[in-house]
């Protein structure tokens, strides 16, 4: 599914993303971990071409990311959602997500005229929309503008704008950032469900949440992958112990960092 | 409570307000006039407001639009006798050209450029109509025949004033409809994050470019029909101050709303006509409101009717929503 090799990105003098070779399978759950300005956000919005690579390659499904403009990487099956869930609360929840379908749709000017194959687009449109709100049980919340929705459902609204374009591979920046205990499951349960449809990277700092659901930790730290491997397993790695979870005097893990 | 409780009687007042005129028979053309200029010019703010309140674009000179279709409508109806239809739709489409040149190198800048560029555009047509007599009659401006419609003549102050209603029903509605399809959807998109609306597969800067354009055509075609309802064209309707005027009827009624700005038109129109006879006092007043609403109401009056409005939906949806908003 993703084959990225070498990337790097640098801004100015730095260089945030430092010779990254990162591959994900068709599906599953897979996590980027790593401290403060480790370039996990920046990996991702290089995967997604919100900026741009100084070398090296990445191919989703055998597409060359790299030729894409940033609009097009949704129609190479490339979505994602934004660390402080990026929504148009100009729009309603329900119209938040027909956005998630633009590049699907084709209408341009003749909306305005309201042709037939408009009124066909957009109903077939709502219709997804409408399932996908009542999955996550956001339906009855649909004509509200996501400002005035508490944080968590605003993440997962993020979450459902970039998931109801059935993309091949899901990159969530830290879609559990914020959220209370009681949003969480919810989220967790349409991020799980994801997983067995596409491939999902997604950057999160919770080792006790990835423990259930993520296949593969990647661990990185100053732009660079010091560690990979299952989420039990790169707790335990001295390095990962050393740079991120922080050791006590004893050598032992203080705390999951959170 | 639904959209057509308030549309449909606002609608029918309008409809038959030239009958009430009639009755009361006092000045009966003036005031024909003076709404049917309101109508045309509700068409322009809503057309700013496509490009303002919808897309988060600036443009400090919408009525350069509006005199690029004027002219354009008054010189292709003066020298080869072009009718209404064909010149609102000249105008609009001169207009719309005009705007690509504009936009689309604004639109690649960031920031307010659009602002700058729109004012600069807004001060020169005016200067180029005022200097180019051959074409436009300079100061002495361009005289326009009687109206005629589909080859119907719809010279009478009762007929225009029809024309206009309608031409500003038909622009509520395509703008409307706009607004609610895919591409409306992405211009409020680009407004609310560039960002978010690029991941999306929204064409950021086309996206400008695009609704620049819509803005432009529905100004120019609002200029074209204007110059069929004055029947005569002069530089002086389509300088700053006018500019300004459309501006505040955006800002007044309160962003992206089409009934915010038609609100903002008749608020604006208003006060212009009652404050015409002393010069500049209406810019003073308006400039003014635009101060006051811009501190103390920035949602304009849109945010002030909506207040209104939310305290009912509010209690109706706790009432029936099913879902807890902190489940």
Known sequence: ????????????????VDRLDLE??????????????????????????????????????????????PHQVVSAGVARSFQRAELFPTLTVLENLLVGLHSEMTTGLEGALMTPSTR??????????????????????????PADLPYGHQKLLDVARALISEPKLLLLD?????????????????????????????IEHHFELLEGIAERVTVMNFGRKIAEGSPSGVRRDPEVLRCYLGTGRHGQAETAAC | MPRYAVTVPVVIIAAVLPLVLQLIGERQVYWLFVVSEFFV????????????????????????????????AAILNARFGVDLLGGAFAGGSLAAIASLFLGVPATRLRGHYLGIVTLGFGIAVDQIALKWDALTGGDQGLHLHRPTLLGLDVGTPVLMYYVALIALIVATLLVWSLTRTRLGRAFAAVKDSEIAAAAMGVPVASTKVVAFVCSAFLAGAAGGIYAFLAGFVAPEDFGIDSSLLFFAMVV?????????????????DAIKNAAATVSGLSLAILGGMIVLVVLFFPGGLKALLRRHAAKRTTLDRTRNATVPLDA
């Not at chain 1, 599914?1 to 003098?13: C, I, K, S, W």
């Not at chain 2, 009624?253 to 604006?268: Q, R």
């Open chain 1, 120 to 145: 066909r687009q957009e109903k077939a449109a709502r219709v997804r929309a409408e399932r996908l709100l009542r999955e996550l049980n956001l339906w009855e919340l649909r004509d509200f503008s």
């Open chain 1, 174 to 202: 830290e879609p559990f950032a914020g959220l209370t205990e009681a949003e969480t499951p919810r989220l967790l349960a349409c991020i799980a469900g994801a997983g067995r449809r596409c491939a999902v990277l997604m």
């Open chain 1, 24 to 69: 994900v399978p068709d599906t599953g759950i897979f996590a980027l971990v790593g401290p403060n300005g480790a370039g996990k956000t920046t990996l991702i919005n290089a995967l997604s071409r919100v900026c741009s690579i100084a070398s090296g390659s990445v191919r989703v499904n055998g597409t060359d990311v790299l030729e894409l403009l």
């Open chain 2, 41 to 72: 010019f509700a068409i322009v703010a809503i057309s700013l407001d496509l490009l303002m309140g919808r897309t988060g674009q600036i443009s400090l000179g919408h009525s350069g639009f509006v005199a690029v279709g004027a002219y354009t």
């Open chain 1, 1 to 16: 599914m993703l084959e990225a090799r070498g990337v790097t990105v640098r801004f100015g003098g730095l260089v945030a």
């Open chain 2, 252 to 268: 007044i009624g309160g962003m992206g709303s089409i009934p915010g700005a038609i609100g903002g038109a008749i608020i604006v």
